[in-house]
């Protein structure tokens, strides 16, 4: 049988030990969940027609064509990008820094229903106390609140 004359670790080790992983697991905790959304792409528009999001927080919005036309999906203002496949999905992430209303549209000729296709991004402020509030409706009315 194996023996040390060596103590092992003393209490105070041990409470240091524990007393930093447990700051490791209150600081992981304190991460913003990212937020999610699916947005779907029609001859003529985007539903939802208004997305929420908020400032310095993760943002992943998959879009899906519905039929088998390609899409595009452009956030004016915060070049951001994305090209939908004919009956396929793409995503968008990031990170939005600044707050406000941000137009979406389709980059994408695909004829005469594509052209007006419009939907709004909005980022509200990372600390609450207002926020954006989309033209004609209450907040809930053709949005998609993310949290």
Not at 4 to 31: E, V
Request: hydrophobic content about 35%; glycine content about 12%; overall charge positive.
């Amino acid at each position: 049988m194996w023996r040390s004359d060596r103590p092992g670790p003393g209490p105070l080790f041990l409470i240091a030990l524990l007393a930093g992983l447990l700051l490791q697991a209150a600081a992981c905790s304190s991460l913003p969940v990212e937020q999610r959304t699916v947005v779907t792409a029609h001859p003529y528009y985007y539903d939802p027609a208004t997305i929420r999001v908020r400032a310095g927080t993760p943002v992943r919005i998959d879009i899906k064509a519905y039929d088998q036309r390609a899409y595009g999906f452009r956030v004016d203002g915060l070049d951001l990008r994305a090209r939908v496949p004919a009956g396929g999905r793409s995503e968008i992430r990031f990170t939005p820094q600044r707050p406000g209303t941000y137009t979406i549209r389709n980059d994408v000729d695909c004829g005469a229903p594509c052209r007006s296709m419009r939907a709004l991004l909005i980022v509200e402020p990372k600390q609450g106390g207002g926020g954006a509030r989309s033209a004609g409706g209450s907040p809930g009315e053709g949005s998609s609140a993310l949290r």
